[in-house]
């Protein structure tokens, strides 16, 4: 089993930055990918980017040359460095844990983004 904690969420303008933090406990060492979505209000969660154990990484379109996912060098830590942020990523962002056995989902933290 596997617990996940999402912070860095919070209010920012248009143009401006956050970095998202999932931290991650349990069974770590059984995760094969992180994966980060987020739901707008009244909208369709979607999927954002993902990151494997190996370290290969894919984005949704709609992020891509915007957001980065990364891996903490202590590997129970996976970032969303958000740059150029649009009004229209505001969304509860959360992250999944995935493993052979099924998903495991973070709280979520919110971000919102004024224009």
């Known amino acids: 089993q596997v617990q996940l904690v999402e912070s860095g969420g919070g209010l920012v303008q248009a143009g401006g930055s956050l970095r998202l933090s999932c931290r991650a406990s349990?069974?770590?060492?059984?995760?094969?990918?992180m994966v980060w979505y987020r739901q707008p209000p009244e909208k369709e969660r979607e999927f954002i980017a993902r990151?494997?154990?190996?370290?290969?990484?894919n984005y949704a379109d709609s992020v891509k040359g915007r957001f980065t996912i990364s891996r903490g060098n202590a590997k129970n830590t996976v970032y969303l460095q958000m740059n150029s942020l649009k009004p229209e990523d505001t969304a509860v962002y959360c992250c999944?844990?995935?493993?052979?056995?099924?998903?495991?989902w973070g709280q979520g933290t919110q971000v919102t983004v004024s224009s």
């Open positions: 349990g069974s770590i060492s059984s995760i094969n990918a």
């Open positions: 999944t844990a995935r493993m052979s056995i099924g998903n495991y």
């Open positions: 990151i494997t154990t190996g370290g290969s990484t």
